[in-house]
């Protein structure tokens, strides 16, 4: 039984910074990717950044220079800083851990808001 809990979201004005977080437990083995996606209405999930286990991350072009992903590999904890928030950012947020063997644990999203 695992367990995949977001939280971190909420309403800020455009320009303004939140910080989200993940938090896995149970018997999660192996786990070498974790990434943030989001979904906006109307609008395919996408990656928004990643990291693996030794500390390698990517980014999707649109939050380059403005967002940061880091992680806790003893807690299966990951974060998701997000700076300069833009309206277009408004989405919900999904964490998802994957293991060596290709197993995705997806947590249940939290809602990011931005007004301008």
């Known amino acids: 039984q695992v367990q995949v809990v977001e939280s971190g979201g909420g309403l800020v004005q455009a320009g303004g910074s939140l910080r989200l977080s993940c938090a896995a437990s149970g018997s999660i083995f192996s786990i070498n990717f974790m990434g943030w996606y989001r979904q906006a209405p109307g609008k395919q999930r996408e990656l928004v950044a990643s990291?693996?286990?030794?500390?390698?991350?990517d980014y999707a072009d649109s939050v380059k220079g403005r967002f940061t992903i880091s992680r806790d590999n003893g807690k299966n904890t990951v974060y998701l800083q997000m700076n300069s928030l833009k309206p277009e950012d408004t989405a919900v947020y999904y964490c998802?851990?994957?293991?060596?063997?290709?197993?995705?644990?997806w947590g249940q999203g939290t809602q990011v808001t931005v007004s301008s």
């Open positions: 990291i693996t286990t030794v500390g390698i991350t």
């Open positions: 998802k851990l994957r293991s060596a063997y290709g197993r995705n644990y």
